[in-house]
């Protein structure tokens, strides 16, 4: 049973454009994560949030950026596409606290062109 | 730098025969473990948790871990087709935030 939801499933854009995905889940986790996976499904955290912390990778490139409402909420927008944005990013939640089970969204597949 | 790195990259194996996987992991402090799947065009679901050495078993799903010689090995009892995805390993430790996702092995289960 699905408790966290992305949307898009799938998005088109061009180089240079603006696009920001969404993501919900309803767990009543504290802790938000977004992942970038390649072609290659190599997963790679981006980002993790909660209420007092916003934890970046380093290797994330500044035009990404994540927003978030509410713990329920964390969005992930993406500032002037390049091609090499193209992937499936997913959406995780869980409890704060150690290295906590995490539960996935199902995924927003990016294509730029 | 933390290293997760799974073996074999695609595997295929008959309905009801056993399966094996592995994954050996660079950070010998690292103790949460975890095997995630992922159907094509789905998200994760975590199979198996496992945090100390020894077996872990949830229902066909038994993990292996033995972090003296840096491995982690996932084995699938009866497998159907229904088993056939991408399989993925994740390692951390329990005071870090991250997890450390491996290369995945792709399995696909024939009948």
């Known amino acids: 049973e699905t408790a966290v939801f992305q949307t898009p499933n799938y998005h088109v854009t061009q180089v240079g454009n603006e696009v920001s995905f969404n993501c919900k889940q309803t767990?009543?986790?504290?802790?938000m994560y977004w992942y970038k996976q390649d072609s290659k499904k190599l997963l790679k955290i981006m980002f993790s949030?909660?209420?007092?912390?916003?934890?970046v990778n380093e290797t994330v490139p500044r035009r990404f950026s994540p927003q978030s409402s509410d713990k329920a909420h964390l969005n992930l927008r993406i500032k002037s596409v390049e091609p090499e944005d193209s992937a499936v990013y997913l959406c995780?939640?869980?409890?704060?606290?150690?290295?906590?089970?995490?539960?996935f969204g199902p995924g927003t597949r990016l294509t730029v062109l | 730098q933390q290293k997760v790195q799974q073996s074999p990259e695609s595997l295929t194996v008959s309905e009801g025969a056993m399966a094996s996987l592995n994954c050996t992991f660079s950070d010998r402090s690292s103790d949460n473990f975890r095997w995630y799947r992922q159907h094509s065009g789905k998200g994760l679901e975590v199979l198996v948790s496992?945090?100390?050495?020894g077996e872990k078993e949830e229902g066909s799903f038994t993990a292996h871990l033995n972090r003296a010689s840096l491995h982690v090995f996932l084995h699938i009892r009866e497998p159907q087709p229904s088993d056939s995805a991408l399989y993925l390993c994740a390692v951390s430790r329990d005071s870090g935030t991250y997890q450390r996702f491996g290369t995945g092995t792709k399995l696909q289960v024939v009948p």
């Open positions: 767990l009543g986790h504290d802790t």
């Open positions: 949030y909660n209420n007092k912390q916003l934890i």
């Open positions: 995780a939640s869980s409890f704060t606290g150690g290295a906590p089970e995490q539960y």
């Open positions: 496992i945090f100390s050495d």
